[in-house]
């Protein structure tokens, strides 16, 4: 604090976003691609989703609905693993509105448009089902670059996710090399009837981790973080800042000319910036 701003620091996260490591990054990610059908190999399209999942089982486990995941909101640490950041639309569902009645659903319409659960584009209410809706869209995206509702035109993005039970069904659809199970999984969490989606039962994500796809992936040292991610960003010290794009900062804030007494209860400024009682 000083005596024109209030400053909030947040954690600084170093290693780029994944939407960079999916679209830019191709020669510096060449090893995790062989294989793949467009994107990611299979081990390293398992690792992203699994931070993914392990961040929404905390979630969820909260009672709130993440709804804007897609890999622009997916930050790599130094060690490679992927964190969740901007929760603006994040809400709590169920919900107690003002009324003080309870509401099992939530209806305002936001989030990205190729992410977006059939539900919320009809204008239907919707739960945490949505996050595991964007979660199979990701899966998706991971092994083949792209999502699978992606369209140029926003109003044909919503017509292709409105029939996406004829679109999973359609072999283009699926690239040749698609892996078997990664399709079961994407088509389990694409399910148009959000109460029939795979996490959507009793077990929650636990049901996700169990799927098919994930054989053999070890989610207990994906949890305690001793599992090697597939890309360790370059990180040459705290300040480096070589993962994202430069950009132009804002023009500087006006000073502070009201009441400084309006601030006195926030000061930690000590003796050079004394609180003052209001």
């Known amino acids: 604090?000083?005596?024109?701003?209030?400053?909030?620091?947040?954690?600084?996260?170093?290693?780029?976003?994944?939407?960079?490591?999916?679209?830019?990054?191709?020669?510096?990610?060449?090893?995790?691609?062989?294989?793949?059908?467009?994107?990611?190999?299979?081990?390293?399209?398992?690792?992203?989703?699994?931070c993914v999942i392990e961040a929404f089982a905390h979630i969820h486990g909260k009672s709130v609905a993440y709804r804007d995941l897609k890999p622009e909101n997916l930050l790599l640490d130094e060690r490679g693993y992927?964190?969740?950041?901007?929760?603006?639309?994040?809400?709590?569902?169920?919900f107690t509105d003002e009324g003080g009645n309870r509401q099992d659903r939530t209806y305002t319409i936001c989030g990205t448009p190729e992410y977006l659960a059939p539900e919320i584009v009809r204008s239907e209410g919707h739960t945490t089902a949505v996050d595991l809706w964007a979660l199979g869209c990701l899966v998706y995206e991971l092994l083949v670059?792209?999502?699978?509702?992606?369209?140029?035109?926003?109003?044909?993005?919503?017509?292709?996710?409105?029939?996406?039970?004829?679109?999973?069904?359609?072999?283009?659809?699926?690239?040749?090399?698609?892996?078997?199970d990664g399709k079961a999984l994407v088509k389990s969490l694409l399910d148009d009837a959000p109460s029939y989606r795979l996490g959507a039962g009793r077990d929650g994500l636990d049901s996700?981790?169990?799927?098919?796809?994930?054989?053999?992936?070890?989610?207990?040292?994906?949890?305690?973080?001793?599992?090697?991610?597939?890309?360790?960003?370059p990180i040459k010290n705290a300040m480096d800042t070589r993962n994202f794009d430069p950009y132009d900062e804002r023009d500087p804030l006006k000073p502070f000319r009201?009441?400084?007494r309006t601030f006195g209860g926030w000061s930690e400024m000590g003796a050079d910036f004394p609180p003052q009682k209001v």
Do not use: N
Request: aromatic share 14%.
């Open 1 to 50: 604090q000083d005596e024109h701003r209030l400053y909030m620091l947040m954690e600084i996260i170093q290693g780029g976003e994944l939407w960079s490591l999916i679209y830019e990054k191709v020669d510096a990610t060449r090893s995790l691609r062989s294989g793949g059908c467009g994107a990611f190999e299979q081990s390293s399209a398992k690792f992203f989703a699994g």
């Open 82 to 94: 992927v964190k969740v950041i901007d929760f603006g639309f994040a809400k709590r569902v169920p």
């Open 145 to 180: 670059g792209r999502t699978p509702f992606a369209d140029d035109s926003q109003s044909t993005i919503f017509r292709t996710i409105m029939r996406s039970k004829k679109v999973l069904g359609e072999s283009k659809t699926w690239p040749r090399g698609f892996p078997s």
């Open 208 to 233: 996700v981790k169990r799927h098919a796809f994930f054989r053999g992936f070890d989610w207990k040292s994906l949890a305690d973080m001793s599992q090697r991610a597939p890309y360790v960003p």
């Open 258 to 260: 009201g009441d400084q």
